[in-house]
């Protein structure tokens, strides 16, 4: 199938058809190219409805999962955010059409390499990579209007907390190796408040606030 049908498909049936309607945000999953951020040979899977290997024992999400973060960050175009997990480079690549600046951390260093040059190729230049345990965020550019944890964590690592902006959104999957509950918290002068977008299931999030290797 022509990639921009897979991507409308995908918009229709696996986004919008589960709730998702930000206009801003299924424009993004209209435009980037999903197929160019898997392995040649798993091309022909890149719009299904699941997640995909990616080597060094990781994935790139399943796209409704993209989505929902995405949707959950209510990013503006004027937001510098933090992504912990670049993987394949995708949900920055998304990310990057939403928002100002993307700072992406990521503590597998072959992999960040090839997910750079990827996004050079493509034109994300606004996609800043980084590599170390973003378990502990990345304070040199902090504050972040949003930050978006894409590996599953044991609980919420309180310097994310800490690096938001007031208002800032922080999106994180955290609980057991198996299981996790995808939470968006909120701060605001008024205090923190959180709320649960459901379960999910995630690589672990290794570091020194997150599991052991
Ligand atoms: N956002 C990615 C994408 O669009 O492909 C999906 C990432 S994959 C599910 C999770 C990523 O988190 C892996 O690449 C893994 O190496 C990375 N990771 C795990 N713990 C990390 C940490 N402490 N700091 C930075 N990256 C971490």
Request: glycine residues 8%.
């Amino acid at each position: 199938m022509d990639p921009y049908l897979a991507r409308q498909t995908m918009v229709e049936k696996q986004i919008k058809a589960r709730g998702i309607t930000n206009p801003r945000v299924l424009k993004a999953f209209l435009e980037v190219p999903r197929h160019l951020f898997v392995d040649e040979h798993l091309k022909y899977r890149a719009y299904d409805d699941c997640p995909l290997p990616i080597g060094y024992g990781q994935t790139i999400s399943q796209p409704y999962i993209v989505a929902l973060m995405t949707d959950a960050l209510q990013t503006q175009p004027d937001h510098k955010v933090l992504e912990i997990g670049t993987g394949s480079g995708y949900q920055s690549a998304i990310l990057s059409k939403l928002c100002a600046d993307v700072y992406s951390v990521e503590r597998i260093s072959p992999l960040a390499s090839r997910t750079r040059m990827i996004l050079d190729e493509l034109g994300y230049f606004n996609v800043h990579i980084i590599i170390g345990d973003g378990t502990k965020g990345l304070d040199r550019e902090a504050f972040y209007d949003g930050i978006l944890v894409t590996a599953g964590a044991p609980y919420v690592p309180e310097k994310l907390v800490e690096q938001l902006k007031t208002v800032g959104r922080l999106v994180i999957p955290v609980g057991d190796q198996d299981i996790q509950d995808l939470k968006c918290i909120t701060k605001t002068e008024d205090g923190i408040t959180e709320k649960s977008l459901g379960g999910c299931r995630f690589v672990k999030l290794i570091g020194e606030e997150g599991w052991e290797e």
